[in-house]
């Protein structure tokens, strides 16, 4: 069943296949106005993850709500915060 609040269902769909997150795929899908290969760039502001403590990764991790958090160590946090 389509999203309503998704503009470009297909677009969309596409992008997910490749691996996009959600967020990421209704913002390119979106973007009536602008370029889309630009939106796509955006972002990217955040430093790398190999730099945070385990502390900060973990409360990154709950803010975006990954279940199984608190038993998983630095790089697990990493590549699931890389790739919810």
Known sequence: MPDPQI??????????REGASKEKAARIA???GGSRR???RKGGKA?????RTK???????????????S???KDQLISALRNR
């Open 38 to 40: 630009a939106t796509a």
């Open 71 to 73: 038993g998983m160590w």
């Open 7 to 16: 503009k470009d269902e297909k677009t969309y769909q596409a992008l997910r």
């Open 47 to 51: 430093g790398a993850y190999e730099g």
């Open 55 to 69: 502390d900060d990764l973990y409360r990154e991790a709950r803010k975006v709500g990954i279940e199984g958090r």
């Open 30 to 32: 979106n973007d009536a």
